[in-house]
């Protein structure tokens, strides 16, 4: 018995956003609109996501001794995440620093702060949270040794599923563990290199699987998904709503995938779940407080 449906390593951020009419130049300053803070980071953006959704999470992170680690610690208990893995202190707290002009487009400095702090040591002090999880999810927001020791800390029959979020290249012992590896199109055209790219989704998801890992899901915005195993490539269709704002729907999509693998879904089952949890995210401003619960998915 597990006690844990999901353990999510990964980054915490506090996101500084800031409006402005445009960018200031080299030399310039410009005045923008008041600060809005909100917690972020890939991680714990996904393990909000997932006990939102009901899944017993918990998160393994480091933020620093300050307001924004308080925030962060703040918005994982309120949505019911178990914090006993979250450490702090080494740095400050991860930092994303956002303007956004009148079209929407975003403009970001990350400072990764503590989460560049994480390290393989505190995974293997967290030994007791991988033997009590089921799925483990990680994004590449933390050092990639520690992303390799998260491997060699599975439990025997827990599940390992990778967003490599920003994509670098990866070691052939993690993309061996991934079941699945989750892109997007740019993200599986930077883990792929030099590697024929091919033309279309079902190309690199197919030329992905070669490269290791048991499965692949391919995720495709307004066009939903596609998931590949050694059973085949299955297209898995978007859910038709209006968009208003798609930050974290990634990090929505990939948590609900993995808690429902965790569950017993087959893939194909669990992304469609998925791709209906993604779709209310994207009805919304902003990202963690996006995130559905499980009754407003099933009311889609
Ligand atoms: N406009 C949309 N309409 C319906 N569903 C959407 C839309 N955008 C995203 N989704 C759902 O959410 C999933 C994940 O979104 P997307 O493909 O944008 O991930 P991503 O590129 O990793 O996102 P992020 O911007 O968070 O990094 C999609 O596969 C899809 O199922």
New binding site residues.
Partial sequence: MYDYDLLVVGSANADLVIGVERRPAAGETVLGSDLAVHPGGKGANQAVAAARLGARTALLARVGDDAHGRLLLDSQRAAGVDTVGVLVGGAPTGVALITVDPSGDNSIVVSPGANGRLAAQDVRAAASLFQASKVVSVQLEIPLETVVEVVRSLADGSRFVLNP?PPRPLPAEVLAACDPLIV?EHEAKVILGDSAVGETPEDWARILLAKGPRSVVV????E??LVASAQGVTRIA??R?D?VD??????A?TAALAWKLGTGSALAEAAAYA?RV??VA?TRQGAQVSFPTAAEVEAL
Avoid: E, I, M
């Avoid at 995720?219 to 307004?222: F, Q, R, V």
């Avoid at 798609?246 to 990090?251: L, Y």
């Fill in positions: 979020s997007n995720t495709l915005g307004a939903g998904a978007s859910v709503v968009a798609t930050t974290g729907a990634g990090d999509f791709a993604g779709a994207v």
